[in-house]
């Protein structure tokens, strides 16, 4: 499988959240300068930033309730432009399993029972898969290499609960006994026949979740695994994605909280043939942070998160806790503390009082400055990238920074503090580098500005109170 051929280590070293806010091990910096970046003492790579438009979120851009032709090529762009928007490189898709297909659902391929779990199945497939399927072509004309199906819920008619909402246990699993029978391989079976599906349309999924917050049981689609029935349903899905000859790459587990995910982690890594079966791990961040790694050396992405509230909200930073600042500092910790490959966000856009970066509003949308917080990133920071070491002594200030494959270098730092500061870095092969700074506050969104400059070896940057400076290093 692709993922195998690929491994890369999610971090270097256990220590490396060791490495904010503090002086990393090796040559000291430079008099004068408050931190240290080197450009060649690598961590974790970087699969990408990424976005959902699950639940006819997509339809939804494509003009569902109204978006003229002209909004939603404005929205596609600012989500997935590196010229005018975020440039986001991952893309997560919601596998269906509701027989009906109101908006805020995500109807199944399967909406009736066939007669069993060895009945010959009934698939049903109308190519637009709720405007994902619409979305994700668009995405890839962008350039968008990485799409990452997840399924919420099995069909209510494979489950204890006979519904594909309100949690309930896939029929087979551990601990289960259900008069319909074992219905773990028809769920695989049906997995992979959501993929082959995208695949006639032009889109290779390249990575398949079989649940998402398997540890909390919500009023819409969702569906409870515990640590030996994630293990025992691995064993079960894996051979059967291989089999496929499809080049997709298996994740768990998408558990509601970091912690949570780090037992269910646990007992994959416990299990060889779960552990072999296992390319990506997954982890949501609502009921506690991405703190800490994952204690596996596979790949871990963090796949979804928001800010909570019950009110659109645009600003940088209003004290709220769902503003820009926050988004931007979540980013940070997420990859510094925990050392993830990638950040996956959850609406890019939405209606009403939601927290997406986006919000459609009839024939009209409005832009949370939470997406020049991810833009700041995922514009610049691309696949195949690496965090470096970066570190900085300065009260209220974090950084981090970044060299991608094709040699450019980015660095982000954070100044959480209501004053201007004035700070230097000691970076490693700066002589003779050109510089590009942009800023986004409350009065800027990705603007390119002249705070950074090189004196020598050092990078010199101006920080304006509660801000967000991006700065771009190349030859």
Not at 208 to 224: I, K, Q, V
Not at 328 to 347: M, R
Request: net charge neutral.
């Amino acid at each position: 499988m692709a993922g195998r051929r690929s491994l890369r280590l999610v971090i270097a070293a256990l220590g490396a959240a060791a490495l904010v806010g503090a002086t990393p091990t090796g040559a000291a910096a430079m008099p004068g300068a408050a931190g240290r970046i080197d450009f060649g003492d690598r961590l974790q790579s970087i699969d990408g930033f990424g976005f959902a438009q699950a639940f006819q979120r997509a339809a939804a851009i494509n003009g569902l309730f109204g978006l003229t032709p002209e909004n939603q090529r404005a929205v596609v762009d600012l989500l997935l432009s590196r010229e005018r928007g975020a440039g986001l490189s991952i893309m997560r898709l919601g596998i269906g399993s509701s027989p009906e297909n109101p908006y805020d659902l995500m109807k199944s391929i399967q909406p009736v029972d066939p007669g069993g779990p060895n009945a010959p199945p009934q698939y049903v497939w109308d190519g637009y898969d709720g405007g994902q399927v619409w979305l994700a072509q668009q995405a890839k004309a962008y350039g968008v290499e990485r799409f990452f199906a997840d399924a919420w819920s099995a069909p209510g008619y494979m489950k204890t609960n006979g519904d594909d909402r309100s949690g309930g246990n896939l029929c087979g699993l551990p601990g289960t006994a259900c008069a319909s029978g074992d219905w773990r391989q028809a769920y695989a079976n049906y997995l992979v026949r959501y993929l082959r599906f995208y695949a006639q349309e032009g889109i290779r999924i390249s990575d398949l979740g079989f649940t998402n917050e398997p540890d909390f049981t919500a009023s819409y689609a969702s569906m409870r695994f515990d640590g030996p029935q994630v293990v025992d349903f691995l064993k079960v899905l894996g051979p059967t994605l291989a089999r496929s000859g499809l080049r997709t790459n298996l994740v768990c587990c998408d558990a509601a909280g970091w912690t949570e995910q780090e037992e269910l982690t646990r007992a994959i890594e416990a299990d060889p043939a779960a552990r072999h079966w296992t390319d990506v791990h997954t982890g949501h961040i609502y009921k506690n942070p991405a703190n800490r790694p994952l204690p596996t050396r596979r790949p871990v992405w963090m796949t979804e998160w928001q800010p909570t509230g019950n009110t659109w909200n645009e600003s940088w930073d209003d004290g709220s806790g769902w503003s820009g600042i926050t988004v931007a500092e979540n980013i940070h910790d997420t990859l510094t503390l925990a050392g993830a490959n990638a950040y996956v966000y959850w609406f890019g856009a939405s209606l009403g009082a939601t927290r997406a970066f986006i919000q459609l509003d009839g024939a009209n949308y409005h832009v949370a400055k939470r997406l020049w917080a991810m833009a700041a990133y995922s514009r610049f920071i691309r696949p195949d990238a690496n965090r470096v070491a970066a570190s900085t002594a300065e009260p209220g200030v974090k950084v981090s920074a970044f060299r991608n494959a094709d040699g450019s270098k980015v660095i982000e730092i954070l100044n959480t503090g209501s004053t201007t500061t004035r700070t230097s870095f000691a970076v490693r092969g700066l002589a003779g580098a050109r510089t590009v700074s942009y800023l986004t506050d409350e009065a800027h969104s990705l603007s390119r500005t002249g705070n950074a400059s090189v004196r020598g070896r050092n990078l010199v940057v101006e920080l304006t109170p509660r801000s967000l400076t991006t700065v771009v290093i190349s030859r």
